[in-house]
């Protein structure tokens, strides 16, 4: 009786073992194996980069389509052109209030990426001047420029021939912090007055000046 038990023990075990070896013989590593739930292993969009045909060019990436801009930005209308620059110097106006954060950033902007060019003084004497590495860096006091804050935020938009752009760098108000500063870069070389740092409250309001109700009622 106790021989018989044990034999059938012994079976059991001997059909186990056949089963595990017989589930795991086809198994190639190398190759991928069975996927219960594909959606977990399997990206259901399209692949960053990826070739599909249904794209123009068979390519995932693309540009953005024409007329859209990225969140948090605004358009800007002045070509990249001599009379985009020159229409830019000529009406584009500051609409940044002026602080003494703002300033203080805007000094700390153009010390990281105007000052190796254009030197901390704004006088065209930066590092790489000096070391000869660049040559025809303007001082901000030249005459012959008529450098005004539309015009700074142009050249940072689109860079200009051996200057590059900024603009994927720095944001709307950084760039225009930096203007704040080139501005009295300017001012300090010509000895004329320096912006005056408005008060937190009146530099509170935002940046669109849009008529508030009670203005529009005096
Ligand atoms: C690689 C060196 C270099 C750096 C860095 C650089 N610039 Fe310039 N910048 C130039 C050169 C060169 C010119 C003259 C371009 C020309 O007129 O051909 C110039 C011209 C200018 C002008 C005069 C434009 C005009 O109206 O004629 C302004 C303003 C200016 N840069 C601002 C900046 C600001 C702001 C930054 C930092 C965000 C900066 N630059 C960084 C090289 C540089």
């Known amino acids: 009786m106790k021989t018989i038990t044990s034999m059938k023990n012994s079976f059991q075990i001997v059909v186990a073992i056949a089963a ?3 589930m795991v013989s086809c198994f190639n590593s190398s190759r991928p194996n069975y996927q ?11 692949e960053t980069y990826g070739e599909y045909e249904i794209f123009p060019g068979g390519q995932e990436a693309m540009l953005p389509a024409e007329g859209t801009i990225p969140r948090g930005w605004q358009p800007y209308e002045y070509p990249n052109t001599t009379d985009g620059l020159n229409l830019a110097k000529a009406e584009l106006k500051n609409p940044l209030p002026v602080t003494e ?3 203080a950033n805007g000094k700390k902007l153009y010390d990281i990426y105007c000052a190796v060019c ?15 590495k660049i040559l025809g860096i303007p001082s901000y006091a030249d005459p012959g420029r008529l450098i005004t804050e539309g015009g700074i935020y142009h050249v940072q938009m689109f860079g200009l021939n051996a200057m590059g752009s900024y603009a994927s760098q720095t944001n ?33 309001m935002p940046m669109e000046s849009e008529a508030t109700p009670s203005e529009e009622e005096h």
């Open 20 to 22: 595990s070896v017989l």
């Open 172 to 204: 709307e108000t950084e760039r225009w912090e930096i203007v704040q500063h080139v501005m009295n870069l300017k001012a300090s070389l010509e000895g004329t007055p320096l912006l005056v740092p408005q008060t937190e409250e009146v530099a509170a």
């Open 101 to 103: 954060a703002s300033l």
């Open 36 to 46: 219960y739930m594909p959606n977990m292993y399997e990206p259901v969009g399209y």
């Open 118 to 132: 254009h030197g901390v003084k704004g006088d065209g004497q930066g590092i790489l001047v000096q070391r000869e």
